[in-house]
């Protein structure tokens, strides 16, 4: 190995290990307590050494949502796989909830901060995996459209952000412990129960 490809080796090793503090920062304390100086101290390198490989905090956070995509991704597979698009979508609704009530940290950052979007926003990026996420849904959606006639929503983009918008409520209250307030532990039961109530409304007619 010559001395160019050693040292773009050791740079990205680097960059790994920044990434790597910053993320058991995040999950140990939450994103309110990491810093360009907690993770130099964690990573024992200087403040100076971090913003050599980011800009700010909020590049940071914005590499560590894109981590979280790709584990949230994983944890879909099986959704993914479903033959049926109907069925298809009731899965990964099931398992966006899921991922979004084991993985709080991670949920926030992704779907609840702005610091990671400030950076796409600044730097005139794309939100990655989160609209790939956003675009399989909606092309599953158009599958299932296709294969049913009337529906009571049939463009595939609102049919997808409606449902978005269902499975993230779902999460943000189940995290402020409001589904609680609805009826005490007992959340699983009315997560499955909005669930059920969200496809009969959406797709009528699927047996």
Known sequence: MGITERKEREKQELKELILLKAKEILMREGQEKMSIRRIAQEAEYSPATIYLYFQDKDEILHELMEMGFGLMNKHMDAAFAEENPVMRIRKIGEAYVDFGLKHKDWYDLMFVSQQPMNHIERCKEQWGHGLGLFEYLSATCAEAVAGHGDMPISEPRIMALTLW????????????????????????????????????????YHN
Do not use: S
């Not at 209250?173 to 059920?196: F, N, P, S, Y």
């Open 165 to 204: 918008a269902h499975v993230h409520g779902l999460v943000m209250l189940a995290h402020a412990q409001r589904l609680d307030v609805v009826e005490k532990e007992q959340t699983q039961r009315l997560i499955a129960g909005a669930m059920d109530g969200m496809m009969h409304m959406m797709f009528p």
